[in-house]
């Protein structure tokens, strides 16, 4: 008998919240559901714990992988798996409401929609810090690649965002979209819900979005929850991450056919991550700077980057020309000038902000 919902779980060193997290799910009040847990190498007693659960609820399947392979390609193992109607994402830290998986299945049969989208709520050291609610309304297919494009982190009740966790989608549709993944064994833990919902837009024919808010996102724990001790912390690696999943979905983007319907705002979706990526380099040591230009030029052997850099708009970053120069892409004087004005208009701001002053230009 096919489930209903296949619920996936990746696991890395999260066990002192992973049995609440198991047992939100395994308590739901929709029964027909399987509960996939994929541990990524975990140190500590997680695999212990899921072995425990796995006793007393037979929905539940263990996956081990034989390596830490990062966030992506644990979900796509877990995704590989899935038997049910329907996939549900949720991270090991966080847990689910008693009646989301029943809540969300009724909206998606009710509407026969492909997907849907429902709210959640940040909580930090346990307390909500923020609720996040979605009005209540049935997208097309233009409409959610336009609201998916078109979403910003500052205004999260607006569009539609790229967290995996907020969607319960077709297994059809998730499955339709591996032979993309084919060629893929990149280890990334920062932007791999982007790479996997870009790839699942395209074939979306319709979203129900609820105004529902059923799933909890613990705010502390972060992409280090699936990083073995050898990445971790390295600014070169989160920023590398978010370069090759900005690549990957312009890739994905350009052979769905998306990025030639709406190559504008498929670029400033695209700008605005890299954006809030890059310019963090502002902060970083020298030794990150130059690791991550090095390791940038060994990727470059295997892909070509040019054409999706020079789609990238930069704004705020004294680094600006430089990761261009690295890879020969000209600017105009126009391009120069708009970012040497914008730089020091931020410049600017700055001061203003720390004088008190909340004027900005």
């Known amino acids: 008998m096919t489930p209903k919902i296949s619920v996936i779980i990746i696991v890395y060193n ?14 739901q009040t929709l029964k027909d559901i399987e509960i996939i847990v994929v541990n990524d190498q975990s140190p500590g007693n ?14 539940i399947k263990l996956v081990n992988l034989e390596k830490n392979s990062g966030s992506f390609m644990a979900r796509q193992t877990g995704i590989l798996a899935a038997r049910g109607e329907y996939i549900q994402h949720l991270d090991s ?21 492909d997907a849907c989208l429902s709210g ?41 965002n790229y967290s995996m966790w907020c969607y319960v989608i077709k297994k059809e549709i998730v499955h339709k979209t591996s032979f993309l993944f084919d060629q893929f064994r990149e280890h990334i833990v920062v932007m791999d819900d982007f790479l996997h919902m870009s790839s699942y837009v395209p074939y979306v024919s319709s979203l129900i ?59 400033a979706r695209l700008s605005m991550h890299w954006n809030n990526w890059y310019t963090g380099m502002e902060l970083w040591a020298m030794d990150d700077y130059n690791s991550f230009f090095i390791t940038l030029d060994k990727k470059d052997k295997l ?9 990238l708009n930069y704004k705020e970053s004294k680094k600006y020309p430089d990761l261009l120069k690295a890879y020969g892409i000209k600017h105009s004087i126009k391009q120069i ?20 002053l909340e004027k900005e230009f």
């Open 209 to 267: 979005v609820i105004p529902y808010i059923g799933y909890n996102y613990r705010d502390t724990i972060g992409v280090c929850s699936t990083m073995d001790s050898k990445n971790k912390g390295t600014h070169t690696k989160f920023l590398l991450d978010a370069l090759i999943a900005l690549k990957f979905s312009f890739d994905v983007w350009k052979k769905t056919g998306i990025y030639s319907q709406y190559e504008e705002l498929c670029n």
């Open 14 to 27: 999260t066990e002192k919240y992973l049995p609440e997290c198991i047992e939100s799910v395994t308590n």
């Open 303 to 311: 892909v070509n980057w040019q054409e999706f850099l020079s789609k």
């Open 337 to 356: 000038a708009k970012f040497s004005i914008s730089l020091i208009l931020s410049i600017f701001n700055k001061i203003l902000s720390i004088m008190g």
């Open 120 to 160: 959640y709520q940040r909580v930090r050291e346990n307390k909500i810090e923020v609720k996040i609610h979605f009005s209540d309304k049935l997208y097309t297919k233009d409409d959610f690649i336009r609201a998916y494009l078109n979403y910003r982190p500052e205004r999260e009740q607006i569009g539609c």
């Open 46 to 59: 997680c695999i212990e714990i899921v072995e425990a659960y796995q006793k007393i609820d037979e929905r």
């Open 93 to 113: 830290d966080d847990w689910l409401e008693l009646n989301a998986c029943e809540t969300v299945y009724s909206a998606l049969i009710d509407s026969g929609a």
